[in-house]
Nanobody, 123 residues
Framework: QVTLVESGGGVVQPGGSLRLSCEGS????????MAWFRQAPGTGRELIGA????????KIADSVKGRFTISRDNARKTVYLEMNSLKPEDTAVYYC????????????????WGQGTQVTVSS
């Protein structure tokens, strides 16, 4: 059994930065693809970024490219989402996801989801 717990969300002004963390517990996640999604009110869940098990292959959505970075630390069973130059349209609940199949993870069908953390960008 694996659980994922996100942290680091909050309220930030436009142009500000936040770093989200997702810590896994239970079995090792070192062979899992891990990803971040977000969901704004009234919209579907959007893939923001994903990283393979070693962290040497990452994918970032065009909507946040150049502003967001995904990374992982397998020793800590943690994946991070560094968010810079935040905009009001980045406001959403951010979810962490993990799965053995990268193809399933990136289409929103991972083995496990975190509970989500709210990010609000507002002046």
């Amino acid at each position: 059994q694996v659980t994922l717990v996100e942290s680091g969300g909050g309220v930030v002004q436009p142009g500000g930065s936040l770093r989200l963390s997702c810590e896994g517990s239970g079995r090792t996640l070192s062979r899992n693809t891990m990803a971040w999604f977000r969901q704004a009110p009234g919209t579907g869940r959007e893939l923001i970024g994903a990283t393979n098990w070693s962290g040497d292959s990452t994918k970032i959505a065009d909507s946040v490219k150049g502003r967001f970075t995904i990374s992982r630390d397998n020793a800590r069973k943690t994946v991070y989402l560094e968010m810079n130059s935040l905009k009001p349209e980045d406001t959403a609940v951010y979810y962490c996801a993990a799965g053995v199949s990268s193809k399933m993870v990136v289409i929103g069908r991972p083995d496990v989801w975190g509970q989500g953390t709210q990010v609000t960008v507002s002046s």
